[in-house]
């Protein structure tokens, strides 16, 4: 008796639909039964038949090969193979071998001893169902990109938020899971203090009980891959577009923005999990170059000078005298309740040219995104005439369209940018008072962090550095400023 493999497939999205698997096999048995065919194995697969080269196909060949099977038993065409490759390949191996195809739904009975007609006919009917694959693939691209215009991410939604299986009356949509999102959020707010690289932030998260989707251990990749994706403060990309999305924000955009400043100076740096505290803040006061950092001998950290222009004065110091050094200079901050509220009103005036700046850059933006659209109506009124091919019309299209979305981002952006500018200078005016014991307590990141606020650079000259500090907070230094000297 002869024997052979019974194939039984359909993708996922039949599936989904009510395609069974079963409603293959029942009738295969039965015909291999009529036919005396008995069956060595049954295939059951649930794929998409685009990905050719598939890893069942190809066990299934290996097998017909290795076991000298005579048949191969399925529904019809489009169930066997609807790609080119995968017909190729099976017609070359019916070619040189005594294998046969039944697709007994067609009626049909391959070999290649078959007609050349009934060969044709097989062709044909493959490359029907290549036609109707494709043609499935561009409508489900076009549902893809009428559900991004609607502002819902095509495919899954990722780690803190769910999907929700559309219906007949409601369509597919993303929800906030409320078992992974305040883990979410604390990766944010965490990483933008940059007190934690990606291996301790994803440390600890995994001890407070952080998962990936499939329960596993999110890798250190997997948690870049979050603090980078635009989705959780509500927009998405999709086929190279910005979409403003229409799921809920787990975050701000002002706290995505904080977290990508961490990532950019860190690369900048070429930071390596070793940190150094006032890198950035430190300049030479004999040949203007920057003050370097370096680990000597794996714990102990040296400032010196780059010696950009050749031999240099200055000294090498000990991190700890740079952090003493600092320590001392905001013992000659001077503030009492008067000048606090004087310095909350500069700040307020030092923004004014800030926001000045921020309006005319909206403007700009405003503009281009509105010359844009006029060069989309004109592309298209030149395709309606034909003065332009369809593929120049669609590449251009495409160009603008992403450029538009990136103008949108860059807007809201721009309005975000300073809004908590004000409310952070004050509650630092505020901590001023005590400022000094703030410093010894904190650790070197809080320390880093808090000098950067209020200093623009120290230039080390001798053994008298030289402090340069940010506006309002420069006239604050020294002592100088006395509420008796300038009145009520």
Not at 339 to 344: C, D, F, T
Request: glycine share 6%.
């Amino acid at each position: 008796m002869k024997k052979g493999i019974l194939w039984a497939r359909v993708s996922s999205k039949e599936q989904e639909e009510g395609y069974s698997i079963d409603a293959q096999l029942k009738p295969g048995r039965e015909y291999a039964k009529k036919e005396k065919i008995r069956i060595f194995k049954e295939y059951a697969v649930t794929e998409s038949a685009k990905r050719a080269g598939r890893r069942e196909f190809n066990q299934m060949l290996e097998e017909v090969k290795e076991f000298n099977l005579d048949f191969i038993l399925a529904e019809k065409t489009d169930r066997l193979y609807r790609n080119l490759k995968d017909w190729v390949v099976l017609d070359d191996m019916m070619e040189n071998s005594n294998l046969e195809i039944h697709l007994w739904k067609e009626g049909s009975l391959l070999s290649k001893d078959s007609h050349s007609t009934h060969k044709l006919h097989h062709g044909i009917n493959v490359m029907v169902a290549k036609y109707h694959l494709d043609n499935a693939i561009e409508e489900t691209r076009k549902g893809m990109l009428e559900r991004a215009e609607k502002g819902w991410l095509p495919g899954l939604a990722p780690n803190g938020y769910e999907n929700v299986p559309k219906t007949k009356k409601t369509p597919g949509k993303i929800i906030i899971d409320s078992e992974r999102a305040h883990f979410v959020r604390k990766a944010f707010e965490r990483y933008s203090t940059g007190e934690f690289s990606l291996s301790t932030l994803n440390e600890l998260l995994y001890q407070e009980g952080f998962r990936a989707k499939n329960g596993g251990r999110l890798s250190e990749h997997g948690l870049q891959k979050i603090l980078k994706n635009h989705f959780y403060y509500g927009w998405f990309e999709w086929s190279g577009q910005f979409w403003k999305g229409s799921h809920e924000p787990l975050i701000s955009k002002h706290l995505f923005d904080k977290v990508q400043s961490i990532f950019a100076d860190r690369a900048s740096s070429q930071w390596k999990g070793k940190w150094f505290a006032f890198k950035g803040l430190l300049r030479c006061g004999f040949c203007g170059c920057a003050i370097t950092a370096e680990t000597i001998k794996g714990k102990y950290t040296y400032y010196r000078c780059t010696y950009g222009k050749g031999y240099c004065e200055q000294r090498i110091r000990r991190e700890e005298e740079i952090d003493s050094l600092f320590a001392e200079a905001l013992d000659d901050f001077y503030l009492d309740d008067k000048i606090i509220k004087w310095a909350k009103e500069g700040l307020i005036v030092s923004h004014e040219e800030e926001e000045a700046e921020s309006k005319a850059r909206l403007i700009r933006l405003k503009r281009e995104h509105s010359r844009n659209e006029s060069y989309i109506h004109k592309i298209y009124q030149d395709r309606l005439q034909d003065i332009i091919t369809p593929e120049f019309f669609q590449s251009e299209f495409n160009e603008i369209q992403e450029r538009q979305q990136m103008i949108l981002y860059e807007m809201e952006r721009e309005q975000n940018r300073n809004k908590n500018y004000i409310e952070e200078g004050i509650m630092l005016l505020e901590l001023m008072q005590g400022i000094k014991e703030a410093y010894l307590k904190a650790n070197l990141r809080q320390k880093s962090r808090m000098l950067k606020m209020i200093l623009e650079r120290c230039e080390l000259n001798g053994e008298e550095p030289s402090f340069h500090w940010k506006k309002p907070f420069d006239i604050l230094y020294g002592g100088f400023l006395k509420t008796e000297e300038w009145g009520e």
